[in-house]
């Protein structure tokens, strides 16, 4: 059943909340707020979710992208690790009944296909910066592969994740999120958005998943190449990659030994993979 469109205009401004409970961001979580509504909406809107789906949203601390989410009428997991906001939570809910659920967790260690019932679920989420990258590999790499991810990094990191075979930013976040996914950088977000702002500029980037995704086997093995190329990036592949098979991995994968890892593109890698498993196997 459709629960419609939350109604939040009784609920007080993100900022008078935060001031009448005196909490403040936590350097060591992460924590920059985004409390203006309009940006939120405007995350929401592009994360393309709506009445009945089921988003898991990891950091949302006051609940600015929250209240945002639930407008939209999806069925909202919240996964909060600072206690301290259970209670601005818990008003959200009360005011969207049946529509927002808070776990008090750490999201490196949740279950999400348990959050969402074993149900398709999304990813929308300002993620805290010291977090997001592994959990961005969590949920391209894991089990529970969510129907849509649509995430705040710091610009940095969202840069590389879509970034170009030979390009600045190309590296093994690059290859990894680009053989499991489309991947595409939807807004940026300036730092003075942020209560209090970050050193850095913020952008949100749209991932769907790839209809043919890797083996998990593949995936593992694409983990472990990446990590050794671009470890040792400046390296010629036959010495990077030595540990692994050296010359003869790279000449099965069709690949020049004296490439760097930079210049070797998303099929490549796969290519790489493949011939690892391959010469385990044998």
Known sequence: MSLGRVSLETLPPLRDVLAEHGLMAKKAFGQHFLLDLNI???????AEVGAGDRVIEVGPGPGGLTRALLET???????????????????????????????????????EAALTGGQP??????LPYNVGTALLIKWLTGPWRPASMTLMFQ????QRVVAP?????????????????HAAIVMDVPARAFTPPPKVESAVVRLTPLAERPSPARLDALQKITA???????KMLRASLKALGGEALIEAAGLDPQ???ETVDVAGFLRLADAWLAARSA
Do not use: C, M, W
């Open 121 to 126: 679920g999304h990813v929308v989420s300002n």
């Open 73 to 111: 009428g999806a069925q909202v997991i919240a996964v909060e690790k600072d206690p301290r906001f259970g209670p601005l939570l818990e008003d959200l809910a009360a005011a969207a009944p049946g529509a927002l659920t808070l776990e008090v967790a750490d999201a490196l260690d949740a279950d």
């Open 228 to 234: 050794a190329a671009f470890g040792q990036r400046r």
């Open 165 to 181: 075979v030979d390009g600045d930013a190309y590296g093994r976040l690059a290859v990894i999120a680009q053989a499991t996914s």
């Open 259 to 261: 490439a760097r890892a």
């Open 40 to 46: 939120t909406r405007k995350i929401a809107r592009l």
């Open 155 to 158: 610009k940095e990191v969202a």
